[in-house]
């Protein structure tokens, strides 16, 4: 469940940086529904970042391979290719939680949001979905 906040938080605050390029709401809503899976959000990132850096320099390489680790793990066992079950999330959880909670400080940092507060526009007016 955790890396679903993960990923979420990322593709919140990703659409939010898309509404801060210009693009209307139902567009931006677009563009993010089009990024399937973890890594095209990831990939995604410098496109929309204000200065065109990589994910991994504003949140830190250890989250990164700290998130994409565990959504690896959640993949194999939702495709059934991973057999490990609940040991997996007791060894991945409190490392996940804790890169939730430094993604969240980071994002809220670095761009005054971390994706669970109201979206606004490129002049910082609340938006109304």
């Not at 095209?40 to 994409?68: F, H, K």
């Not at 959640?74 to 490990?84: D, F, I, Q, Y």
Request: proline share 4%; net charge positive; hydrophobic share 40%.
């Amino acid at each position: 469940m955790t890396v679903f906040f993960v990923e979420k938080i990322m593709r919140r605050t990703l659409l939010q940086l898309i509404i801060w390029k210009g693009l209307s709401l139902e567009d931006a809503m677009k563009v993010v529904k089009r990024l399937n899976g973890l890594w095209r959000v990831i990939d995604a990132w410098p496109c929309y970042d204000p200065s065109n850096r990589v994910l991994q320099t504003i949140i830190g390489p250890n989250n990164i391979e700290t998130v994409t680790k565990a959504a690896q793990k959640r993949n194999a066992l939702v495709h059934g290719s991973g057999n490990e079950g609940q040991k997996v999330y007791k060894r991945l959880l409190p490392p996940l939680i804790s890169a939730l909670d430094d993604i969240k400080q980071k994002f809220e940092a670095e761009y005054g949001f971390y994706g669970w507060r109201g979206l606004t526009d490129s002049a910082r007016n609340k938006l109304k979905r």
